[in-house]
T-cell receptor, first 113, second 115 residues
Framework: GNSVTQMEGPVTLSEEAFLTINCTYTATGYPSLFWYVQYPGEGLQLLLKATKADDKGSNKGFEATYRKETTSFHLEKGSVQVSDSAVYFCALSHRQGAQKLVFGQGTRLTINP | DAGVIQSPRHEVTEMGQEVTLRCKPISGHDYLFWYRQTMMRGLELLIYFNNNVPIDDSGMPEDRFSAKMPNASFSTLKIQPSEPRDSAVYFC?????????????FGPGTRLTVT
C-alpha cells in the first residue's frame, strides 16, 4: 500500500541555518505530494505541493522537488527563522486512494535565535 | 474566503457525558474528513464523506463514536459516552474533486479533554 516515511525529529537548528527534512514515499503510479505545516495550537496548513515528477513546489522560502527516481520529496529552506518552528508533515494522495491523504509521522522543528 | 470552521475550539467534559463536535467545510467542497491527533498515535483518519455520504468509517475507534453530515455545509462527530482516552485534538478537513491533486484544507481543531 501507499506509505510515507519522514526523517525522525525533533530537529533543532539555529536561526539562518539551512534546513532539510527528508521524505520518501511508496506508491504505485504517480501520486501527488504535499508538505503541511502545523504551528503550535493550530491545524495543519498546506505549505506546498507537487503533482508530477520533477515539479518543484515552493512557498514562504521553502522548496521541495518531486523525485520519481528516488521516490523522495525532501523539504528545504536556505535560511530558517524562529517563526518556522512547527511540526512538518509530508503526505501523498493517489487517485486509487479516493482522495485520502497518507501522512508521514511528522517532524518537529525548533529554531533557536 | 472562510476556511474550515470548527466548534467549539475547546471542550472539557466529564467521563460518561455526550460530546458533539461541529464542522463547516469550505463552500463548494464535496469531501469532508474527520481526524484525531494525539501524541501517542499521531494523526488518525476517523471517517470521511463524499457528497454527504459516509464512504469509509474504518478508522472510527468504537461504537461510541458516530458522525453525520446532514447537508453539504455541516457535519458532526459525536462521542457517547465519552472516556478519558478520547482526549485529543479533533480536526475536520475538506477537499474538492475538481482539484487534480486532492489537497485537503484543515480547520483549527477542537481540543477535547475528558476528565
Amino acid at each position: 500500500g501507499n506509505s510515507v516515511t519522514q526523517m525522525e525529529g525533533p530537529v533543532t537548528l539555529s536561526e539562518e541555518a539551512f534546513l532539510t527534512i527528508n521524505c520518501t514515499y511508496t506508491a504505485t503510479g504517480y501520486p501527488s505530494l504535499f508538505w503541511y505545516v502545523q504551528y503550535p495550537g493550530e491545524g495543519l496548513q498546506l505549505l506546498l505541493k507537487a503533482t508530477k515528477a520533477d515539479d518543484k513546489g515552493s512557498n514562504k522560502g521553502f522548496e521541495a522537488t518531486y523525485r520519481k527516481e528516488t521516490t523522495s520529496f525532501h523539504l528545504e529552506k536556505g535560511s530558517v527563522q524562529v517563526s518556522d518552528s512547527a511540526v512538518y508533515f509530508c503526505a501523498l494522495s493517489h487517485r486509487q486512494g479516493a482522495q485520502k491523504l497518507v501522512f508521514g509521522q511528522g517532524t518537529r522543528l525548533t529554531i533557536n535565535p | 474566503d472562510a476556511g474550515v470552521i470548527q466548534s467549539p475550539r475547546h471542550e472539557v467534559t466529564e467521563m460518561g457525558q455526550e460530546v458533539t463536535l461541529r464542522c463547516k467545510p469550505i463552500s463548494g467542497h464535496d469531501y469532508l474528513f474527520w481526524y484525531r491527533q494525539t501524541m501517542m498515535r499521531g494523526l488518525e483518519l476517523l471517517i470521511y464523506f463524499n457528497n454527504n455520504v459516509p464512504i469509509d468509517d474504518s478508522g472510527m475507534p468504537e461504537d461510541r463514536f458516530s458522525a453525520k453530515m446532514p447537508n453539504a455545509s455541516f457535519s458532526t462527530l459525536k462521542i457517547q459516552p465519552s472516556e478519558p482516552r478520547d482526549s485529543a485534538v479533533y480536526f475536520c478537513a475538506s477537499s474538492w474533486t475538481g482539484t487534480f491533486s486532492y489537497e485537503q484544507y484543515f480547520g483549527p481543531g477542537t481540543r477535547l479533554t475528558v476528565t
